[in-house]
């Protein structure tokens, strides 16, 4: 799911990712999950209050369209990761696909 937020998702940076799991987030709900009920992958994911210094939003405060942008992004990269882990198994309706499309083509997209 991160390598596919880096490609689709302006405001995401894998190079600010840690997938280290340190002393002080041993007991965060994504560690706790992954430890005690064995979820393979779980994640955080975090905003900034004080703008992003990389990317094309560099220099600017993160606002209500932006954090929507990066909703809709998010829903396309789980339907994407979905079709990637279906593929082995059956193949997706095909509306899940015009889904997809239209969530990139979303009105969240930022000007």
Do not use: H
Not at 30 to 48: A, C, D, K, L, P
Not at 63 to 70: D, P, V, W
Not at 75 to 100: Q, T
Request: glycine share 8%; net charge neutral; aromatic share 6%.
């Amino acid at each position: 799911l991160p390598k596919i937020l880096s490609q689709i998702a302006p405001a995401f940076c894998m190079g600010s990712c840690s997938f280290v799991v340190e002393k002080s987030k041993e007991s965060t709900a994504r560690v706790v999950v992954w430890r005690e009920i064995g979820v393979q992958r779980s994640y955080t994911m975090e905003s900034t209050l004080c703008g992003c210094d990389q990317g094309k939003y560099k220099g600017l405060q993160i606002g209500t369209r932006e954090l929507e942008e990066m909703g809709a992004k998010f829903c396309v990269g789980l339907l994407r990761l979905k079709r990637m882990a279906s593929s082995l198994e059956y193949s997706l309706p095909s509306s899940l696909l015009d889904i997809e499309n239209e969530l990139i083509e979303s009105s969240c997209k930022v000007t």
